[in-house]
């Protein structure tokens, strides 16, 4: 099975797919849109040290976009300066330096198109053990941090107070996303990696009422997409990630229309029916 | 002896080349009502962070009781619209709760009817009520109410004020209040310190049913349930920000 290109690519995607869900809510939920962007530009970085140093590029991309995020926190607490204006100077800054970097090298070639849009047909046996290793791990991790993390984005402080550490679940799901971006350069790219993170989120917060349920439908957004957008880009030979990202877009327009109306999501949780029976329970 | 929840000894805290406050020192007890009063930007809360361990004072110290139970309700919590939370996920931030706790807890505050109810539904008052149901629902030890409050009308104010005195009877835990009314304080509260980025004065409240000035603005029917604090300044503050201690 793992023969068939389109196989390895649909594995690779899904794979993905579900990690950048429940990530791309909390990118979403504390504002950090472009800190997507920021780690990919500073992607390249990675990219240009891995290849002079002969060294496993998802790893170096990882450690990169580790050290710029960690910077980040770091920066936070130490300026005045707003958010955007740290992201934007880590992004550019690091992009430039990547840049510099392999001018210096002049034997690295680049695919640089590769690099920026990804080339999920390209995917081999070991990208998909990545892909799916690495998001176990992930995914596993961000259930660890799950409750200080959301806390945190609710209210830092209120957190803090009762006891949580929400600072050090920020520092572990900044490295978390750091260690997506690595892992999905060869099949999204690091142009679209955001898009990806922050589309189907957004798509699931229009059909869902609690933290959870938007995770888990911004998986499954994610990964419909995935889906229809590999069969749309070999149908009409478009280059794939670029594809996937049109299709989560329309999905997304899809759900500006009034589905919460729709009888699938009226169901009754069991917990609302739970407490019904005792309600009626008490009142009799 | 009795050992405190919390203890400041001489805190302060220093940012941006000023003293935010200076010189505090305040004692919680169990089953004891702090009531910390003080104009606009006179380190009310910063006082607050400094007791629950958030804020780490420049100076002095802060004596935390291991292994307390701690709750908090911040003066200001804006949720993000990209976030869908209900009143029941709100509930279970900190720890998951029964669901039979929730409501039980909800129903002393008086808006189990809303729970699942999207919390940015909440009027300012439902809101109010939920989070002080969220500080309570695990039986703190020590709880900080950072105005509490405010954008309360009348009516509520004096019926959160007895929710909270019917927390302190059932759950036995400290209080520490906080209150931009620089006169009129919750009746049962037995320490009223009075900050002015340092401790301008304390001491405990007087009954506000037997204060002319009060009978005078609000008639006869004042609820018992508010205090009135006099208070006791041996200095001046000026203009510039000194301290006049001369009579």
Same mark, same amino acid.
């Not at chain 1, 390249?44 to 496993?56: D, K, Q, R, S, T």
């Not at chain 2, 004072?57 to 309700?73: F, H, R």
């Given at each position: 099975?793992?023969?068939? *290109?389109?196989?390895?690519? *649909?594995?690779?995607?899904?794979?993905?797919?579900?990690?950048?869900?429940?990530?791309?809510? *909390?990118?979403?939920?504390?504002?950090?849109?472009?800190?997507?962007?920021?780690?990919?530009?500073?992607?390249?970085?990675?990219?240009?040290?891995?290849?002079?140093?002969?060294?496993?590029?998802?790893?170096?991309?990882?450690?990169?976009?580790?050290?710029?995020?960690?910077?980040?926190?770091?920066?936070?607490?130490?300026?005045?300066?707003?958010?955007?204006?740290?992201?934007?100077?880590?992004?550019?800054?690091?992009?430039?330096?990547?840049?510099?970097?392999?001018?210096?090298?002049?034997?690295?070639?680049?695919?640089?198109?590769?690099?920026?849009?990804?080339?999920?047909?390209?995917? =081999?046996?070991?990208?998909?053990?990545?892909?799916?290793?690495?998001?176990?791990?992930?995914?596993?991790?961000?259930?660890?941090?799950?409750?200080?993390?959301?806390?945190?984005?609710?209210?830092?402080?209120?957190?803090?107070?009762?006891?949580?550490?929400?600072?050090?679940? =920020?520092a572990i799901f900044t490295l978390l996303i750091a260690a997506v971006i690595a892992i999905s350069i060869k099949i999204v790219g690091i142009l679209l990696i955001t898009g990806l993170l922050i589309i189907p989120a957004s798509t699931s917060r229009n059909l869902s009422s609690t933290p959870i349920q938007m995770a888990i439908i911004a998986s499954i957004a994610g990964v419909i997409s995935v889906i229809l957008g590999l069969y749309s880009s070999i149908t009409w030979n478009t280059s794939t990630g670029p594809t996937i990202l049109s299709v989560a877009l329309v999905l997304f327009l899809i759900t500006l229309f009034p589905l919460?109306?729709?009888?699938?999501?009226?169901?009754?949780?069991?917990?609302?029916?739970?407490?019904?029976?005792?309600?009626?329970?008490? =009142?009799? | 002896?009795?050992?405190?929840?919390?203890?400041?000894?001489?805190?302060?805290?220093?940012?941006?080349?000023?003293?935010?406050?200076?010189?505090?020192?305040?004692?919680?007890?169990?089953?004891?009502?702090?009531?910390?009063? /003080?104009?606009? %930007?006179? %380190?009310?809360?910063?006082?607050?962070?400094?007791?629950?361990?958030?804020?780490?004072?420049?100076?002095?110290?802060?004596?935390?009781?291991?292994?307390?139970?701690?709750?908090?309700?911040?003066?200001?919590?804006?949720?993000?619209?990209?976030?869908?939370?209900?009143?029941?996920?709100?509930?279970?931030?900190?720890?998951?709760?029964?669901?039979?706790?929730?409501?039980?807890?909800?129903?002393?505050?008086?808006?189990? @009817?809303?729970?699942?109810?999207?919390?940015?539904?909440?009027?300012?008052?439902?809101?109010?009520?939920?989070?002080?149901?969220?500080?309570?629902?695990?039986?703190?030890?020590?709880?900080?109410?950072?105005?509490?409050?405010? /954008?309360?009308?009348?009516?509520?104010?004096?019926?959160?004020?007895?929710?909270?005195?019917?927390?302190?009877?059932?759950?036995?835990?400290?209080?520490?209040?906080?209150?931009?009314?620089?006169?009129?304080?919750?009746?049962?509260?037995? @320490?009223?310190?009075?900050?002015? %980025? @340092?401790?301008?004065?304390? /001491?405990?409240?007087?009954?506000?049913?037997?204060?002319?000035?009060?009978?005078?603005?609000? /008639?006869?029917?004042?609820?018992?349930?508010?205090?009135?604090?006099?208070?006791?300044?041996?200095?001046?503050?000026?203009?510039? %920000?000194?301290?006049? @201690?001369?009579?």
């Amino acid at each position: 099975m793992f023969e068939d *290109f389109l196989f390895r690519a *649909f594995f690779a995607g899904i794979g993905l797919a579900i990690i950048t869900g429940p990530l791309g809510c *909390f990118i979403v939920w504390r504002r950090l849109s472009y800190f997507g962007d920021t780690l990919s530009h500073s992607a390249l970085l990675g990219v240009v040290i891995g290849y002079a140093l002969n060294f496993n590029i998802i790893l170096s991309v990882f450690v990169i976009s580790g050290l710029i995020s960690l910077s980040l926190l770091y920066l936070q607490k130490k300026t005045n300066l707003p958010n955007d204006a740290l992201l934007g100077l880590l992004a550019h800054s690091v992009l430039a330096i990547g840049l510099v970097t392999l001018g210096l090298l002049s034997f690295i070639r680049i695919d640089l198109m590769g690099l920026l849009f990804g080339d999920i047909l390209a995917v =081999n046996f070991n990208d998909i053990v990545i892909v799916w290793i690495g998001g176990a791990i992930v995914l596993f991790l961000l259930i660890i941090i799950w409750r200080p993390l959301f806390a945190g984005t609710v209210n830092l402080e209120l957190a803090k107070a009762e006891g949580m550490r929400p600072e050090l679940a =920020n520092a572990i799901f900044t490295l978390l996303i750091a260690a997506v971006i690595a892992i999905s350069i060869k099949i999204v790219g690091i142009l679209l990696i955001t898009g990806l993170l922050i589309i189907p989120a957004s798509t699931s917060r229009n059909l869902s009422s609690t933290p959870i349920q938007m995770a888990i439908i911004a998986s499954i957004a994610g990964v419909i997409s995935v889906i229809l957008g590999l069969y749309s880009s070999i149908t009409w030979n478009t280059s794939t990630g670029p594809t996937i990202l049109s299709v989560a877009l329309v999905l997304f327009l899809i759900t500006l229309f009034p589905l919460k109306k729709l009888p699938i999501f009226k169901k009754q949780t069991k917990l609302s029916m739970q407490l019904k029976n005792e309600e009626q329970a008490v =009142n009799k | 002896m009795k050992k405190s929840l919390i203890e400041l000894n001489n805190c302060g805290v220093f940012r941006n080349d000023k003293w935010l406050v200076r010189g505090v020192s305040i004692k919680v007890f169990k089953e004891q009502i702090v009531t910390l009063i /003080g104009p606009n %930007g006179s %380190g009310k809360s910063t006082t607050a962070k400094i007791a629950l361990g958030i804020l780490k004072p420049d100076e002095g110290t802060n004596l935390i009781q291991n292994n307390i139970k701690i709750s908090y309700v911040p003066q200001k919590l804006s949720i993000d619209w990209s976030l869908p939370l209900r009143v029941l996920d709100f509930m279970n931030l900190i720890e998951k709760n029964e669901i039979t706790n929730i409501v039980e807890t909800l129903n002393i505050t008086g808006i189990e @009817h809303l729970l699942f109810q999207d919390v940015r539904n909440l009027s300012g008052g439902e809101f109010q009520r939920l989070l002080m149901a969220r500080a309570i629902i695990k039986k703190p030890d020590f709880l900080v109410l950072d105005e509490p409050v405010q /954008g309360v009308d009348y009516p509520g104010e004096i019926a959160l004020y007895k929710t909270i005195q019917e927390i302190v009877k059932n759950i036995k835990c400290g209080i520490l209040l906080i209150s931009h009314n620089l006169h009129v304080v919750m009746s049962q509260t037995d @320490h009223v310190i009075c900050l002015n %980025g @340092h401790v301008c004065c304390s /001491g405990a409240p007087r009954s506000i049913i037997k204060e002319p000035e009060y009978i005078k603005l609000f /008639g006869n029917n004042i609820d018992p349930t508010l205090a009135f604090y006099e208070h006791e300044h041996d200095h001046k503050h000026l203009p510039d %920000g000194s301290i006049d @201690h001369s009579h």
